[in-house]
């Protein structure tokens, strides 16, 4: 976008400007806002989502969620549907016809060995608005109803000319940086000329609202996620919004075939619905309705000179999964702290290169796995081009996309370079580029994850009494770098729970360290003792907060 600025406008200071405010745009204002970082988000709309879409939180999303606080109130806002559980594929809902896909998401309780968080049901709808009440809190600066009209960048910052939707008054934004969460058709990718890779449109739906008091009857006990109905002339995808009245219809679009939106009329849409669920007379009434397109595309890289791509304008992905939304939020939380530790004057600006050697690998092997996920469930609509088998052979399984994927290269030290992006399995053993393994912790009579240790610093995990500990406090003091250094043990503040041995669940001996990140990411690890630990650790924390 070339500016192109008018006499007289008002002059807006700010370190980060963030262009769009829907989940990844306000996750971003969360992060930056825990991190004390001032900055202006702009939104040409005049408030948050009104649809129900992009309900499925992962679990390493909601860790996040946990360490920004926010956690509760998201979960209280998805209490209505707290008790839906699994996929559903059948013809139709009459009768007990079709199987589940899966019945629960964490069967046997076994994700707990990984995460004090787990998954949450929760709408976009529900989601957006704690999201911004709660960025708003801290002192974020939000503004709907504002576009952000062109934008120029140098060496120094970027310059941004918005325009206030309801008065038309224009005001300049002068910031350090730029994150564009501005979605997949993001003006701001397209102005900077960045290209995408990945096959493209996969298939287009029309995401139908409509209230049924009889419906719920219809579907009994049977507490799905998502229900695919798979009939011939009425497949789709069926979505509960409260489980009483409220519900979503996803129905295949061709506009490849030249169809239209316009041909989803209330009377077609009703029929539709009735054909699909099963029941010829069923009481339907059509409140809205959205055409969206699943797509495989990653941008060819995810940052130009001062301004960072973030969410669907970096990546699409097939809706299957949730993948998408969550990688995005993922994508928040990774630039949010290395903007803050840039802008704090902990970190070379270097380290803000590694924002796209550690994302990007992770939306290509992330898309790949929701396309194929699209395929094992048979998702409405979508008739993949290449051979089936290919696709759904790539890295089965959901933990190890959602929580086991690894940054091999980035703000990283001994990482090997050739490990996969994403795992067949999930191994959170502590090498460096994986997230950091999750135990429970006993502090002053209070139950805590090692994952409640990291957000604001770098933060160094000893035994009691270790060197290493005397060895951070030098490091810290010789060095403008936030770092906290903790000993884990009998005898110490943070006592593990029985049976539990953190050195060994980290990769280390009792006399080894491990440095964590601000965002969970193990940074490094020295397995054993150190001739001069002090210089040992200098060495990797100046490394690792400078290299590009």
Not at 483 to 494: A, P, R, T
Request: charged fraction near 20%; charge should be negative; glycine fraction near 12%.
């Amino acid at each position: 976008m070339n500016r192109s600025g008018t006499a007289g406008e008002a002059v807006h200071r700010t370190p980060v400007l963030i262009v769009g405010g829907s989940l990844v745009g306000l996750s971003t204002s969360l992060f930056l806002g825990r991190l004390g970082v001032p900055h202006t988000l702009v939104e040409r709309h005049a408030g948050t989502s009104i649809h129900p879409r992009g309900r499925g939180n992962n679990v390493r999303t909601m860790e996040l969620f946990r360490a920004a606080g926010v956690d509760g109130r998201i979960v209280e806002a998805a209490s209505v549907l707290a008790d839906n559980h699994g996929i559903l594929q059948t013809p139709s809902l009459v009768g007990d016809a079709g199987e589940w896909l899966f019945r629960e998401i964490d069967p046997g309780g076994g994700l707990a060995r990984f995460s004090p968080a787990g998954w949450c049901l929760c709408s976009q709808n529900d989601l957006e608005p704690v999201l911004l009440r709660s960025a708003r809190e801290l002192g974020g600066d939000l503004r709907f109803s504002t576009e952000m009209m062109s934008f120029d960048q140098d060496a120094d910052g970027v310059t941004a000319l918005v325009k206030s939707r309801e008065t038309g008054e224009h005001t300049t934004v002068r910031a350090d940086y730029l994150v564009a969460a501005d979605g997949p058709r993001s003006p701001v990718r397209e102005a900077l000329g960045i290209g995408h890779t990945g096959p493209g449109d996969l298939f287009h739906n029309v995401s139908v609202t409509f209230t049924s008091r009889d419906l719920a009857a219809v579907v009994g006990d049977r507490r799905f996620i998502v229900c695919y109905l798979t009939s011939p002339d009425g497949d789709g995808a069926l979505l509960p919004v409260d489980n009483h009245e409220r519900w979503v219809f996803h129905a295949p679009w061709h506009p490849e075939h030249g169809e239209t939106i316009e041909e989803f009329t209330d009377e077609r849409c009703v029929a539709h619905i009735r054909r699909a669920v099963g029941v010829p007379d069923l009481d339907v009434t059509i409140t809205g309705r959205a055409a969206w397109h699943a797509a495989e595309r990653v941008a060819e890289r995810y940052a130009d000179g001062r301004v960072f791509l973030a969410g669907d304008s970096a990546h699409e992905m097939s809706p299957t999964g949730a993948f998408g939304s969550n990688t995005g939020i993922q994508d928040a939380h990774n630039i949010a702290w290395k903007l803050a530790a840039v802008l704090g004057g902990w970190a070379g600006p270097g380290l803000l290169g590694t924002y796209d050697s550690e994302r990007r690998p992770v939306a290509e092997a992330t898309s790949a796995r929701a396309s194929s996920r699209s395929v094992e469930h048979s998702h409405p609509g979508y008739t993949p081009a290449e051979d089936t088998t290919a696709l759904t052979g790539r890295k089965g399984g959901i933990l190890n996309v959602a929580l086991a994927y690894r940054y091999p290269r980035g703000a990283v030290l001994g990482a090997d370079p050739a490990t996969p992006v994403v795992p067949d399995s999930v191994a959170l053993t502590g090498e460096p580029g994986s997230r950091a393994p999750h135990l429970w912790l006993d502090r002053a009579g209070t139950r805590v994850s090692t994952l409640d240790l990291y957000e604001r610093s770098l933060v160094l995990l000893t035994s009691p009494h270790s060197p290493w500990q005397a060895a951070a406090a030098e490091v810290a003091a010789a060095l403008p770098v936030p770092l906290d250094v903790y000993g884990i043990g009998e005898g110490s503040d943070l006592v593990p729970e029985p049976g539990t041995d953190w050195a060994a669940a980290h990769g280390v001996t009792p006399d080894g360290a491990v440095l964590v990140r601000p965002d969970g990411f193990v940074a490094w690890r020295h397995e054993g003792p150190a001739a001069d630990p002090a210089r040992t650790l200098r060495e990797a924390v100046t490394t690792l907060l400078s290299r590009a």
